[in-house]
């Protein structure tokens, strides 16, 4: 076999894998209700709000 056809090989085996991971990602950002989405926004922004006002101080 010659290595070019197993280098297209290879290519072709992973873009079906990047697409099976890529669909499992999708089906579990999809399982989410909304309510777990906006309490995980909720989180998120208050944890950075946290570390925006303890970076904003200065020493004088």
Known sequence: MKWWKVV???G???VAAT???VAR???QRR???PE???E???TRHAVAQVGTSRGSRTSD
């Open 8 to 10: 297209g090989l290879a």
């Open 12 to 14: 072709v085996v992973g």
């Open 19 to 21: 697409g099976v991971l």
């Open 25 to 27: 990602a999708e089906r």
């Open 31 to 33: 399982a989410y209700t």
């Open 36 to 38: 777990e989405i906006r």
């Open 40 to 42: 995980k926004l909720r």
